[in-house]
């Protein structure tokens, strides 16, 4: 995971945990150091080009497919966020 930027200030209230135990390094980038037009050209490319768009990581099952999701979060084949539909 990467992160860019202090938007919201320089405290992170979280725990390094979860990282751990997935194996997940956290990585800073300091877009500081870059010179200014290199930075707009990179962040008119993640605006467009390679801009990810949050729903493609969004999924919703049902009680019936957690077993099956939780395999595939296990064998590191499962990628983004997964809602279980109650009712």
Known sequence: MTTCGNAGGLKLETTVLPFILRGIRLIGIDSVAIDFE?????????????RLGGEE????????????????????QHLGRTIVAIS
């Open 57 to 76: 990581f969004v999924q919703v099952i049902g009680l019936e497919e957690i077993t099956e999701t939780a395999q595939k979060l296990k064998a590191g």
């Open 38 to 50: 290199k930075r707009t050209k990179i962040w008119s490319l993640l605006a467009q080009e390679w």
